[in-house]
């Protein structure tokens, strides 16, 4: 089993615990990786290419992926100044040290990270949310901090995510470590665009490789809420036409969810090769994991 690096903006419904069922169906060899949809990046950050095209719509996942990036080049800078903001809000920090009081602990057993953290959590977005040239690294502690960790912006573009019941621990320190390391070494293009005008943009060649994961029309979350049938008609005609020109692409989906089947999905892959993916898939909305089908659907041979 390969190890696989986690990305620290812990994405709903990040891939990072199916990447080694994933990259069994990838090819062996991938010149340029795109990934039209490429939401926290835990895919790109555990596949070896010689170039990265990756694009996302939502623009502020973009900008903190590109913050994030910029970062690498002086973590230790980034960690200094990660440390100064917690501190200066009061937030708690388990990553360095247990500020919470023991009589908090005793009475919110199960929620006393919340309970420390919302009015200093409440203090920093509204500092965000009020300044005009924005901090990403406030941002990315809001996300950190934040309820399940979304990245959750109102019409306004405010930021308007509650208190999470978590804090910067051990596990956010190392992803970003990791981040970090592993972005070092790699050719990266982000950009922000709709998935279409993205691969409409791109030359492709041979040995090169899509990766797509797109919101499931099926499903429920965030992001599902940019995406209807029409995107999925069209992204699936987008496919078969790379398919006509031998391009090498893989889909991740759910067919199956909760008593509904996606039936354009189903109908259209009988013409490609279906691998079913034990998934870890738990919604948002519901803990439960009933009659949930995850593929990963492919033209491509290994
Ligand atoms: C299922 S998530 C991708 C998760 C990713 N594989 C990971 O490991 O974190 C789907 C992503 O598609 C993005 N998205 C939704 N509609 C889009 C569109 N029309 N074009 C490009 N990206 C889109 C969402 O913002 C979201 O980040």
Not at 239 to 264: F, H, M, P
């Amino acid at each position: 089993m390969k190890k696989v690096i986690r990305s620290p903006l812990f994405y709903m419904g990040d891939k990072y615990k199916l990447i080694n069922q994933l990259i069994n169906f990838f090819p062996k060899k991938i010149n340029n990786f795109y990934e039209p949809f490429v939401g926290g990046g835990s895919v790109f950050l555990n596949i070896k290419a010689k170039k990265y095209y990756l694009n996302d719509l939502d623009k502020n996942l973009i900008l903190l992926h590109n913050f994030l990036i910029s970062s690498s080049n002086n973590s230790k800078k980034f960690f200094r100044d990660l440390e100064k903001v917690i501190t200066h809000y009061r937030l708690s920090r388990s990553f360095l040290e247990d500020i919470v009081p023991r009589s908090l602990k005793n009475k919110y057993k199960k929620t006393y990270y919340a309970k420390f953290n919302k009015e200093s959590y409440t203090q920093l977005k509204n500092d965000f949310n009020n300044s005009k040239k924005k901090d990403y690294l406030k941002l990315y502690i809001l996300l950190i901090y934040g309820f399940n960790r979304i990245l959750r912006f109102n019409l306004k573009n405010e930021f308007n995510l509650p208190v999470g019941n978590v804090d910067l621990n051990k596990n956010t320190e190392k992803a970003l470590n990791d981040y970090f390391i592993a972005i070092k070494n790699k050719k990266i293009n982000f950009s922000n665009s709709t998935y279409s005008n993205f691969l409409k943009k791109m030359n492709f060649s041979k040995n090169d490789f899509i990766y797509c994961d797109p919101p499931y029309l099926i499903t429920s979350g965030e992001y599902n809420k940019f995406w209807n049938e029409s995107d999925e008609i069209e992204l699936l005609s987008i496919l078969d036409n790379l398919n006509k020109k031998k391009i090498k692409w893989a889909l991740s989906n759910v067919t199956e969810y909760r008593g509904k089947k996606n039936n354009i999905l189903l109908d259209w892959s009988k013409k490609y090769k279906v691998n079913k993916i034990k998934s870890n898939y738990i919604s948002f909305n519901d803990n439960s994991i009933k009659n949930f089908k995850e593929v990963l659907i492919t033209n491509a041979t290994r």
